[in-house]
């Protein structure tokens, strides 16, 4: 079945350094890739989504690329701040037979910032 | 609003006991979504609603019901809870079709304790 792997957490860093958050995918189909950030005590939300191979996407200072070749979706900041201390999820999309998508997530990599 | 609401935010059962979890969307959005998200595992479908139609996924067939009474409040339903429910229920929704299509909204979850 179809399948996402990320960084295992938990990830410390310094403000102003650089982050990458590994993500490696499997499935069969031909998913939308997401990132997902959820800050204590609230559900995750949106970071954003790439629906096309070989596309970026970006939001806040994040980035990824949608490598399809080498089934990847890292996700890259080039200084962090504080307030991106939270937790990080990959996801795909998997459309249903119903055309309802259903999301795949891994495990969640938390990220803390200190100043 | 793009709000998803849960209640309770905290709910303690005991063993043997049924527990009712409540979601609610005012986004109009057709499909409703319940995940299980234990820590250090990737959040988990149970189940979901598109319109009126549940699908729930096989693994968990046995062990989750819900119920959909209008468009905007979802259930989930454990007839019997076990320890092995101690989890966060998020729930969430989304709307099929047009440039959103496949975000979820996300609640901040119900986290259940089963003693």
């Known amino acids: 079945g179809d399948s996402v792997t990320q960084t295992e957490g938990p990830v410390t860093l310094s403000e102003g350094t650089s982050l990458t958050v590994n993500c490696s995918y499997e499935t069969k189909q031909y998913p939308t890739l997401f990132w997902y950030v959820q800050y204590p005590g609230e559900g995750p939300q949106l970071l954003f989504k790439?629906?096309?191979?070989?596309e970026k996407g970006s939001s806040r200072g994040f980035e990824a690329t949608y490598n399809k070749e080498a089934t990847s979706f890292h996700l890259q900041k080039a200084s962090v701040q504080e307030s991106d201390s939270a937790v990080y999820y990959c996801?795909?999309?998997?459309?249903?037979?119903?055309?309802?998508?259903?999301?795949?997530f891994g495990e969640g990599t938390k990220l803390t910032v200190s100043s | 609003d793009t709000t998803v609401k849960q209640n309770p935010r905290y709910k303690l059962a005991r063993v043997g006991k049924p527990v009712n979890l409540i979601c609610s969307q005012t986004m109009n959005h057709d499909t409703m979504y319940w995940y299980q998200k234990k820590p250090n595992q990737a959040p988990k479908l149970l189940l979901f609603?598109?319109?009126?139609?549940?699908?729930r996924e096989a693994d968990t067939f046995e062990k989750f019901q819900s119920s959909r009474p209008n468009n905007s409040f979802c259930s989930l339903y454990i007839g019997s809870a076990g320890l092995e429910y101690s989890a966060m229920y998020l729930c969430a929704s989304s709307r099929l079709g047009g440039p959103n299509y496949a975000e979820q909204f996300f609640g901040p979850g119900t986290r259940l304790t089963v003693l």
């Open positions: 996801a795909l999309s998997d459309l249903t037979q119903g055309g309802s998508a259903k999301l795949i």
């Open positions: 609603y598109y319109d009126k139609i549940l699908n």
């Open positions: 790439v629906p096309k191979a070989n």
